[in-house]
């Protein structure tokens, strides 16, 4: 079944289509790399094979998919390098979509386009996000250490009046809010030096695996571009092409963006106002319930209840939970929904019973070590 897979990978990139793997395992593991290294395939194309291969968990060589993913960033260029995007036939049936269906010109988009830059960078850390390689214990020192913590204080005072302003509108705390733009950009420090447009474009025809995604981010950034009258050399962001000092991909900042400070521009890279109103924004429409608790430690008589894999969705009533050995605080109602989840953090295994509240945390980033990081750094920006 695995080796199936593997030739399914292989068929998505140019040079080693009609190659099937020899054997399994290792050796059909190398028998890809060989096969690529014979046709002279990109690196950027056999890190997104490896991706792939790394997710099928063959037993016995994760260290050799370790070993070449280290061997494929010592050997991309660092240099952009110039795709001739415009030329391929996927290229060109996307700028035939964005005309016939949204009116854009075509000399323009194949010039841009002709001019995108693809990052392998780019391909090789959309591959590791930090949320699915680190544990808890080496994810929470990264957003609570005590200078960040020291910011969004001092974040907190100076931006009192929009934070105050957005909770009252929106029912998201401020500190939630703070904590968010806190964990994405350390308060608008690190929004993020690469070109989203070459970011997207190598993303959405260079990575197979989340093509449909990107390309579709991609759209919604041209639709961007053109309804904020942002030129699109100027809108710098991620490697997965977030935007500003809130980090919205494309289609959250079109549908989620507010123009908070009233100067007729939805503006998330200078105007916090409108930054602050954004996310609280962002938050309400995916269902932010205003005064609700988020999260709570808990203690586990029997952990045999505890899912293998942490659900970010609740998935059974905190009455469930409490007839089943789980200690929850007594002001959680019996019919809240929440989910157990599992961390292993400084001093061993931690448990905790995410609410609703925690669940919409995901939806701004589909992470619990995200949500944690972004609770707890909440409630260190209000305590004395």
């Known amino acids: ?117 693809r990052l392998d960078n780019v391909l090789v850390s959309i591959a590791k996000p930090a949320e699915k390689t680190l544990t808890w214990k080496q994810y ?90 942002i030129n699109i050399k100027d809108m710098t962001g991620s490697y997965a092409g977030a935007l500003g000092v809130p980090q919205f991909i494309s289609s959250s900042y079109r549908h989620y963006a507010v123009d908070f400070d009233g100067d007729g521009v939805r503006d998330l890279w200078h105007s916090l106002p409108d930054v602050i109103g954004s996310v609280a924004h962002y938050f309400s429409g995916h269902g932010w319930r205003r005064g609700k608790p988020v999260v709570y430690r808990v203690q586990v008589d029997d952990p045999s209840i505890v899912p293998e894999k942490n659900r970010l969705k609740p998935y059974a009533t905190v009455k469930f939970f409490r007839q089943h050995g789980v200690h929850v605080d007594a002001s959680v109602p019996d019919s809240a929904m929440a989910t157990l989840l599992k961390l292993q953090g400084s001093e061993g295994t931690e448990y905790w019973l995410g609410l609703h509240n925690f669940y919409v945390i995901t939806r701004y980033n589909h992470s619990e070590l995200y949500a944690m990081a972004v609770y707890q750094l909440s409630q260190k920006l209000i305590k004395r």
């Open 1 to 117: 079944m695995k080796c199936s897979i593997l030739t399914g990978w292989m068929k998505r990139v140019p040079g080693v289509q009609d190659r099937r793997p020899q054997g399994c395992g290792c050796r059909a593991y190398m028998d890809v790399l060989t096969a690529c290294l014979e046709h002279q395939v990109p690196f950027l194309s056999v890190s997104v094979i490896i991706s792939g291969i790394a997710s099928l968990r063959f037993s016995g060589f994760t260290g050799y998919i370790r070993a070449t993913m280290v061997l494929l960033l010592l050997g991309l260029s660092s240099t952009p390098v110039l795709a001739n995007y415009a030329q391929r036939s996927d290229v060109q049936a996307f700028i035939n979509e964005m005309v016939s269906q949204y009116h854009f010109n075509r000399a323009q988009l194949t010039q841009q386009f002709s001019q995108a830059k």
């Open 140 to 229: 929470r020192p990264i957003f609570l250490g005590k200078n960040r913590i020291k910011k969004g204080r001092e974040f907190l005072i100076q931006n009192h009046d929009a934070l105050d302003k957005a909770e009252q509108k929106y029912g998201v705390p401020a500190e939630i809010v703070a904590a968010i733009i806190g964990v994405e950009t350390y308060f608008g420090r690190q929004t993020g030096k690469y070109t989203v447009f070459d970011s997207l474009t190598t993303l959405a025809f260079d990575y197979p695996p989340r093509k449909k995604f990107f390309r579709n981010e991609l759209k919604q950034f041209l639709l961007l571009s053109r309804e904020e009258h």
